[in-house]
């Protein structure tokens, strides 16, 4: 199963770009990257996911590197309430059998 | 919309008794999960349902039962509970194919003294 890394925290001005980056170097060829988010203890929230091409939208852009071994999510214009963990993960399983695994997340800590 | 339901919100148990986590999801989703998350980690997979009728193992099955209803409704029971369960534990659905993205519920607050 393909396992991710992430920054344990990050800091981000608000209105500035927030760039979280992921490794998963061990993803295979049909396995897509998601990334969710977790404001205190609620449920994850679902931001966006991508298999190899770069994706956008109203909350987020998804850059995938061409040898798919790393990505970073790119909140464009921060604000407080994206503070958050972000967890960065890859969908591992079959088709129509498969599941997703939570690492650590990254804690992004927009401030004033 | 009410998306993907669980109950109770909260809950205190004493250690040994039992008492099952319901969750329900009205997006005609395949597929239902059981995570656990504990204090300042990641959520954890428990169980897992790729289709009605089917259930599987996740990371932490131990000391779980589950159980899938129906499409709909996807529980999760503590025979005995122990303190190491005190946890939240969040029940999510997706369509199931890899392509898909899952939506979780609120999350169930169990403590057990």
């Known amino acids: 199963d393909a396992k991710t890394t992430q920054p344990t925290s990050m800091d981000c001005a608000e209105g500035r770009a927030a760039n979280l980056p992921c490794n998963h170097s061990?993803?295979?060829?049909?396995?897509?990257v998601y990334w969710y988010r977790q404001i205190h203890s609620q449920g994850p929230q679902y931001i966006i996911h991508?298999?190899?091409n770069n994706e956008t939208n109203e909350m987020a852009s998804l850059i995938i590197t061409e040898d798919r071994k790393s990505s970073t999510l790119i909140l464009p214009h921060a604000t407080l309430r994206d503070t958050a963990v972000y967890y960065c993960?890859?969908?591992?399983?079959?088709?129509?059998?498969?599941?997703?695994?939570f690492g650590s997340g990254t804690k992004l800590n927009v401030k004033p | 919309n009410a998306g993907v339901t669980q109950t109770p919100k909260f809950q205190v148990l004493k250690t040994g008794q039992s008492m099952t986590l319901q969750c329900a999801q009205d997006?005609?989703?395949?597929?239902m999960y059981w995570y656990r998350q504990d204090p300042g980690m990641g959520l954890r997979l428990i169980y897992y349902?790729?289709?009605?009728?089917?259930?599987d193992k996740g990371e932490v099955p131990n000391g779980y039962n589950v159980s899938r209803l129906n499409k709909r409704e996807f529980s999760l029971r503590l025979e005995s509970a122990a303190p190491s369960q005190t946890s939240v534990y969040f029940c999510?659905?997706?369509?199931?194919?890899?392509?898909?993205?899952?939506?979780f519920g609120q999350g169930t607050r169990l403590t057990v003294v």
């Open positions: 349902s790729a289709s009605e009728g089917t259930t």
């Open positions: 997006m005609n989703h395949n597929s």
């Open positions: 999510a659905s997706s369509k199931g194919q890899l392509n898909t993205e899952a939506f």
């Open positions: 061990t993803i295979s060829g049909n396995e897509y």
């Open positions: 993960i890859v969908r591992v399983g079959r088709y129509n059998f498969n599941k997703f695994y």
């Open positions: 991508g298999l190899k």
